[in-house]
């Protein structure tokens, strides 16, 4: 039996998130194209992956090819906080009109990725709330907020409803902010910025329960944040504790959450989800080349189990092996063996 259908054999979970997931973005081969992606494609299932990404070779940034793509978005130079050990830093998008969803994005690229896996195909976009976390209320030309918000739930439902007429039923959202208001020089700018700290995290997952509701039928929507992941660097630090009951009230399904370093803190803030939700651990680093040890996986699902019953829990990386076309600091068989590691120590646990 091969390790793509043993992994088919072993995987306790009919439905994603699955108990070897991973957050989607995979070093970037030369030249990027369609037959890199159905390669990428091919090896996510040998190793026994059963949520199959493109990648998202589609794009440069995690982020920002979607969210520019909006009508009334645009993208600037970053002023702050920036990554560290890097001089090159990503733009930052700001609102210069009204935000619609204007015509289809990136539905082609995922049309594409389902054609080509028996298996289920994920497509990840960022979150609404990156629409505002950097540049803040500075950033955004509307005079009354409430009316940008409500615009941003409606073009994310309009992107949705796209995905899923396109049959995808797996999408990820993709959100730093939530783990980036963890970190108090993240709020200071905040209030640099015109913004309210504390009362920020509950309007984001106000936002996006508005984005996800009246989804289509049988779609899973995930949401993973983190603290940064770009060329191996990081921005922000500090554990969930004064995100969590807002950030688990934002009406997706699961969540992946990074948990591979001190940074994030510990696992009590897992008190706060709900008995309904999915957490998948991102254990394994995709910042560093080194392989973690199995044993000390296993002990940390089963800290975690503490807090969310083990049936509710997934394993994962802790994010993507390139948010951005740079990529981070391993190789292509570094990253393809930490997967490897993901799928194994998931099969043991979850026998």
């Not at 440069?60 to 906080?81: C, I, K, M, S, Y």
């Not at 984001?204 to 603290?227: D, F, L, S």
Request: proline share 7%.
């Amino acid at each position: 039996m091969d390790e793509g259908r043993e992994g088919i054999r072993s995987e306790s979970r009919l439905k994603p998130p699955f108990r070897a997931d991973h957050v989607g973005s995979l070093l970037r081969p030369q030249p990027v194209d369609q037959e890199a992606i159905r390669e990428v494609v091919a090896r996510q299932e040998a190793i026994g992956l059963q949520s199959i990404t493109d990648g998202e070779f589609s794009r440069q940034w995690w982020h920002l090819d979607f969210l520019a793509q909006l009508e009334g978005v645009t993208l600037r130079e970053n002023p702050g906080p920036k990554f560290g050990g890097t001089e090159e830093q990503p733009p930052i998008p700001i609102v210069t009109g009204k935000v619609r969803y204007a015509r289809p994005i990136m539905v082609d690229d995922f049309r594409y990725l389902k054609s080509i896996t028996r298996r289920t195909p994920k497509f990840t976009i960022p979150s609404p709330s990156m629409l505002h976390l950097r540049a803040g209320r500075k950033g955004i030309a509307y005079d009354d907020m409430d009316e940008f918000w409500s615009d941003a739930a409606a073009a994310y439902r309009a992107a949705i409803a796209a995905f899923g007429a396109a049959g995808c039923s797996y999408l990820q959202l993709d959100d730093v902010a939530f783990a980036y208001l963890c970190d108090p020089k993240i709020r200071d700018t905040c209030r640099e910025n015109g913004d309210d700290p504390e009362t920020l995290p509950a309007r984001y997952a106000q936002t996006i329960r508005e984005a996800v509701k009246g989804r289509p039928a049988g779609m899973t929507i995930a949401m993973h944040t983190c603290r940064g992941n770009f060329k191996s660097a990081w921005v922000a630090e500090g554990g969930y504790e004064p995100v969590a009951e807002a950030m688990f009230s934002s009406g997706v399904d699961a969540f992946f959450m990074e948990f591979d370093t001190e940074r994030a803190g510990g696992f009590e803030p897992l008190r706060f989800v709900p008995k309904d939700k999915t957490v998948v651990l991102g254990l394994v680093s995709s910042k560093t080349p080194q392989l973690e040890s199995q044993d000390l996986l296993k002990r940390r699902i089963d800290q975690a189990s503490r807090y969310v019953p083990m049936e509710r829990l997934c394993l994962s990386p802790q994010c993507g092996f390139s948010s951005t076309h740079h990529g981070n600091k391993l190789t292509a068989e570094e990253q393809w063996r930490k997967l490897s590691l993901v799928v194994e120590t998931a099969s043991e646990v979850w026998k």
